[in-house]
């Protein structure tokens, strides 16, 4: 297994990509079908909009917040994965923008965020499967199940990035199409007016707006397996484009079709509600089909997140923030079996407690993590203004700035709505990054661990950028 490095800029931080014979790239239709399962995995979790809000703001919310959040960040995160095309994505840009702390902050705190998300997914497989198999409600059989489950999709994604890409095509297409028969049924018994409702109930805002926020986020998750993507300067930006839209349709479409042939209270509006609207419209077959494809779903959903999360880990240890180790890869799979053992444990563990809070702690840790995101970006704008951006979004640093502003808004809506305990979670699960940025540090001056270079370089040379360069062009 050989280790070399892609030709680069003068300006471009050092990339080292670890090829092998039998390795395979991620192409268009996969890297699509993984995006769209870092961000959604179809219908499945819209429900509570309509609940909170009733069917009109929902409708609404589904057709603008794609404009005020997910195209923003996937224009971010387009530009600077074409950019920087190395595997750790958002942690690179940080790292480049502000230095090795801040870039450190910005992997604790997003890697936190999403080993939690992959946690909740086998939970939510079983939790689906135990519609149609009550013995899995509770006790031994659920939890060795929740067990097997994450075992077995862990494994499948030791295997190949690639296998995981072309299981996510399968995957998605299959968990999306009974959703494109119940609207097709659905059309003879739509009312128009019923879009037009403003609900019956006091507005649950917090609900309303976690619901737009967790269904049409993470679209930067992807930019961790840039390493990962053939021809990722190309591949990128049109992968992220068509995601955007497949997905924002595959939300809106079962919205409209729904909400408009199905008159119920809208306190039954919550998550799962489409295999019992499917069930009014077509029958119990349906139903029981939905529940299969949210399975599957959760499956994709599993897949991809582990794999952000794995590649994450593996791109900290080349950038030196992480011991080596955590970037050793499997010489028969070429994936980071270090960092997929080590997310999926963890997975694992919280797999197990009631973390309803915990996840809430994790959307807020995640909104920290974005300021630092858009931060970057606008800093490396100014920063480094001649470096070689195959993509580059069409405005000027002002121009920037407000594209930025408008998501930021948003996402102290969702500060200001959390709850005294999602403060206090968030708060420790912050200072915990912190010290794990100095203990890290410590490990580096004792040579305890082994550690790539970079990270001080980089911290040294923040005002000395040809020593950093001269260093990596002479190894």
Not at 173 to 194: E, Q, T
Not at 216 to 245: C, H, M, R, Y
């Amino acid at each position: 297994m050989a280790i070399t490095e892609t030709s680069r800029s003068s300006h471009e931080l050092p990339v080292t990509t670890t090829t092998a014979s039998t390795a395979k790239k991620l192409t268009l239709v996969p890297l699509i079908f993984l995006i769209y399962f870092e961000v959604a995995g179809g219908p499945f979790g819209e429900e509570p909009a309509v609940q909170a809000a009733g069917p009109l703001l929902a409708i609404l919310g589904f057709l603008i917040f794609p404009f005020i959040w997910s195209v923003p960040e996937a224009l971010i995160t387009a530009e600077l994965s074409t950019a920087f095309p190395g595997n750790g994505g958002f942690v690179i840009w940080a790292h480049r923008a502000f230095g090795a702390f801040v870039g450190s902050m910005m992997g604790s705190l997003k890697f936190l965020s999403g080993v939690i998300n992959v946690a909740s997914f086998p939970v939510l497989c079983v939790t689906y499967l135990d519609k149609l198999f009550p013995v899995l409600e509770s006790g031994w059989p659920r939890n060795v199940c929740i067990f097997a489950s994450t075992v077995v999709l862990s494994f499948l994604n030791y295997t190949g990035l690639a296998i995981v890409g072309y299981a996510a095509v399968v995957l998605g297409l299959v968990s999306l199409s009974p959703f494109l028969v119940m609207s097709a049924m659905a059309i003879p018994k739509i009312k128009p007016h019923r879009w037009g409702s403003l609900g019956s109930k006091k507005k649950d805002w917090n609900l309303y707006f976690n619901t737009l926020f967790w269904n049409l986020n993470f679209w930067d998750n992807v930019s961790t397996l840039a390493g990962e993507v053939d021809n990722p300067q190309k591949t990128f930006p049109l992968a992220l484009l068509i995601a955007v839209i497949f997905t924002c349709v595959a939300y809106l479409i079962p919205l409209f079709a729904v909400t408009g042939a199905v008159s119920v209270d809208q306190s039954r509006w919550e998550t799962g509600f489409h295999a019992e609207a499917a069930e009014m419209i077509a029958g119990k077959w349906l139903k029981i089909w939905i529940e299969v494809g949210a399975v599957l779903s959760s499956i994709g959903l599993f897949e991809a997140q582990l794999s952000s999360s794995a590649y994450q880990l593996e791109g900290m240890a080349e950038l030196g923030f992480l011991p080596k180790f955590f970037g050793l890869r499997s010489k028969w799979f070429n994936t980071p079996w270090v960092g997929i053992l080590l997310s999926a444990l963890m997975s694992l563990g919280l797999s197990y407690m009631d973390f309803t809070d915990i996840v809430a702690s994790a959307n807020f840790i995640y909104t920290l993590g974005m300021f630092l995101e858009f931060a970057s970006f606008v800093w490396l704008r100014k920063k480094l203004p001649e470096l070689k951006r195959p993509y580059r979004v069409p405005l000027n640093i002002p121009g920037l700035v407000v594209m930025c502003l408008v998501p930021s808004a948003f996402l102290i809506l969702i500060i200001v709505f959390a709850t005294k305990i999602v403060y206090l979670v968030s708060c420790l699960m912050t200072v915990g990054a912190v010290g794990w940025y100095f203990l890290i540090n410590y490990f580096r001056e004792k040579k305890i661990f082994e550690f790539n270079e970079d990270t001080d370089l980089l911290d040294k040379g923040n005002g000395d950028r040809t020593k950093v360069e001269d260093h990596h062009d002479s190894r």
